[in-house]
């Protein structure tokens, strides 16, 4: 599948509308607005959770209006887990259930995940919380675990 960032010469509002255009299919939404509104929030959310180097990779692979959107918000100091962070979507998001928050959020972060260059997926799921890659439509991550404790 071709990255947002290789669609080619189209301008910068022209990729924010492919990505907006594929929420709406992916998430069966009836119109333009209702999948622009869920993907501002569910941007908005991530932007609080991704620092550092990976957010700004993140950033570079997004249409501009999307890296806006990541760039403005404040880190968190805590993380959220992946619950807590479908709950925070619930809360910003008009007559939203804890089901629905959860289909808006891996709606979006699905397509992020398709077109997102598999380094900067990675690198951003990396530095999330366990938990954060099913909502990417990925399976967890799992790094190498830590040595045993010795008993002695």
């Known amino acids: 599948m071709t990255t947002l960032t290789e669609a080619g010469p189209a301008s910068t509002s022209r990729t924010w509308q492919i990505l907006i255009e594929r929420v709406r299919e992916a998430g069966g939404y009836t119109t333009r607005a209702q999948a622009e509104r869920v993907t501002r929030t ?14 700004v990779a993140l950033a570079r692979a997004l ?11 404040i880190p968190v100091i805590r993380p959220l887990t992946a619950r807590e962070f479908v709950e925070s979507v619930a809360s910003r998001l008009d007559n939203s259930t804890p089901a629905t928050a959860r289909w808006d959020t891996g709606t979006v972060l699905t397509v992020l995940a398709d077109l997102l260059p598999p ?13 954060y890659a099913l909502l990417f439509g990925r399976a967890e991550l ?11």
Not at 63 to 73: T, Y
Request: no cysteine; hydrophobic share 35%.
């Open 63 to 73: 249409p501009e209006e999307a890296a806006r959107v990541i760039a403005a918000q």
């Open 42 to 55: 569910v941007l908005s959310a991530l932007g609080t959770h991704v620092t550092g180097d990976e957010r």
């Open 142 to 152: 799992t790094g190498p675990r830590p040595p045993a404790p010795r008993r002695g």
């Open 119 to 131: 380094p900067v997926l990675t690198d951003v799921l990396t530095q999330l919380p366990p938990g």
